[in-house]
Structures are given as C-alpha cells and as structure tokens.
C-alpha cells in the first residue's frame, strides 16, 4: 500500500480510529533496512504499554458493568461508563482466528515470513490483535490454548501469544 514512501514520518500501518500521535517508530536498525514501526502509545493506552514493558498485561475493566474491554478507551464500550480501572489479566487466551502472512504490508517484515497473525480471546473476554509465535503455522487452529509473552520493541514492549504447554 505504502511501501515506497521513505519520507521522514515512518508511521506504520494505521491504527485504530485514528489515535493520532508520532514519532516512536521501532528505531534504528541495521543501515539501509527499513527499522519495524512500533507502537505508538496515546493517554487512553498508555498504562498498557507500560506495563507491557514490565511483562504484565493489563486490560481496562468496566466499574460500571465489571466488563473488560480492549483495545483501551476512555469510555466503556458496553456501557458508557467512564468509571474505568486497570486491572491485570492473567495472559491465557485461545485462537479466536489467525492467518498466516507470506507477503507482509511493511518492507521491514519481509525476513519474518511466514508467521502468524491472529486474533484471541482471552480469558478475561476481550479479544486482541497480537502474532503466534513457536507455532509451526500448518500446526495452528482456532481454539488453540495460548499465553502471553513480552518482546522488547523501543520504549516498549508487543504483546505475543504462544502455545501454553
Ligand atoms: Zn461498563
């Protein structure tokens, strides 16, 4: 889509309803490689991306209705309510739906195919855009017990889901 626009900004592929914000791209990299975008934190996400970086994963949790909810907002999606708390989920999930990429959006992928990426469900209910990981992706399915893990990205950390043995 964008592949050849090297200008300065380096944004990544959009977010969700434009949440705006710049800079904090995935950084250097080796010269003449494109570095990976990263996340780009925004006030209503950043409790997440901060604990990301600690290795815990917390989502938001409706005092309202006691829903969780992600991606992160300043309102709650089932109710409304801006009565919103963070609270640690325990990282266990299972594959809600994956597919596995061959030809990535961002040049800065194109050592990584295939790999998988998928959506799943956690426990605590909200569901999460994230990639498997130590899944051979003939080996995926939906349904797939899976757990979170942590990988250092800049400033921050991205979430992952791997098999939970
Ligand atoms: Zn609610």
């Not at 994963?57 to 009565?83: F, K, M």
């Not at 959006?105 to 469900?121: K, M, Q, S």
């Amino acid at each position: 889509m964008t592949g050849t626009d090297r200008a300065g900004g380096a944004n990544g592929p959009a977010g969700r309803g434009g949440t705006g914000g710049t800079g904090s791209t995935g950084g250097a990299s080796v010269p003449g490689k494109p570095g990976k975008p990263g996340p780009t934190p925004v006030p209503a996400s950043e409790p997440f991306w901060a604990a990301a970086r600690r290795g815990e994963l917390l989502l938001q949790r409706c005092r309202g209705c006691g829903r969780h909810q992600h991606y992160p907002r300043v309102l709650c999606a089932h109710c409304w309510s801006e009565d919103l708390e963070w609270v640690r989920a325990g990282g266990r999930a299972r594959v809600w739906t994956y597919t596995v990429v061959h030809r990535p959006g961002h040049p800065a992928w194109a050592e990584d195919v295939p790999y998988l990426l998928a959506i799943v469900e956690l426990a605590e209910g909200p569901r999460l855009l994230t990639n498997l990981v130590r899944v051979d992706p003939a080996e995926a399915y939906v349904g797939m017990a899976v757990r979170a893990e942590f990988a250092p990205r800049g400033d921050t950390a991205l979430v992952r889901f791997a098999p939970d043995v």
